[in-house]
């Protein structure tokens, strides 16, 4: 994954929310975002989904500009797979129906094939049994693998996960971990938002610490969890690292 950031900036009610942030890397595969809450980082994640238009500054991953008009957008959205910390699944509709959704809706499968293609998924992450059970029968581990699965499923260039084990207890975070490393291991392209710092250190290729709006630093794990040299970043995994 090629990403490059020129100047990007975003404000809500005259509030910045991310100041002039520009950056380069190429040949990543699995970028991590931390920081505290209210740095940015969701802000970031959003923009870079094509779920957000920034006040300024230009977005380019993989030599292609995220562009700022809706409709340009909408097919932007089509590439790329999000999952959010809220699952964001459909209540009314079974585990399986969630995940055929986007393909017969926004890819033109056929409701056969869909279907098809979600049992596969649902089989990969051991959710087959869950298959015709609605989002209120399942775990919140069961959920956003559901979740993950239908990311998954449009065949994305790369997925976005935004604080994917926030809403999780400990008990179903390690099963959703596994899930994410799989996919890395897979060699797909991630962009991770996370709170779970030993996670962190191990998915990553590079990572980015986001405060108050600004990439307060930037390296690769080693550099960022095990020698960080910017002292906000020390202070910050000071405080998540204590307990």
């Known amino acids: 994954m090629k990403l490059d950031i020129r100047g990007l900036s975003k404000a809500f009610d005259e509030k910045k929310v991310l100041s002039d942030i520009s950056l380069h890397l190429d040949g990543i595969r699995s970028l991590v975002i931390i920081g505290p809450s209210g740095g940015g980082k969701s802000t970031f994640l959003r923009i870079l989904a094509g779920l957000l238009v920034p006040e300024a ?5 993989n030599g292609k500009p995220i562009p700022t008009e809706e409709s340009s957008l909408r097919e932007y959205r089509k590439t790329m797979g999000m999952v959010f910390q809220s699952y964001n699944l459909f ?3 079974t585990a399986v129906e969630n995940i055929m959704l986007p393909l017969v809706h926004v890819h033109g499968y056929g409701q056969e094939e869909a279907r098809e293609h979600a049992m596969g998924l649902l089989a990969r992450f051991q959710l087959s049994l869950h298959a015709e059970k609605k989002p ?5 581990g069961q959920k956003q693998r559901v979740a993950i699965a239908r990311a998954v499923a449009v065949s994305p260039s790369f997925l976005l996960f935004d604080e994917p084990t926030s809403a999780l207890d400990p008990e179903f975070t390690s099963e959703v971990l596994d899930v994410i490393e799989e996919l890395r291991e897979e060699g797909k392209d991630l962009i991770l938002v996370t709170h779970e710092m030993g996670f962190a250190r191990i998915v990553s290729d590079y990572a980015l610490f986001l405060d108050e709006g600004t990439v307060a630093a930037a390296g690769t794990p080693e550099e960022i969890f095990d020698y960080p040299a910017e002292e906000r970043l020390r202070l910050f995994l000071a405080k998540v690292l204590k307990y």
């Open 57 to 61: 500054g230009e977005v380019i991953i």
């Open 136 to 140: 209120a029968l399942l775990s919140g």
């Open 91 to 93: 209540p009314h509709m």
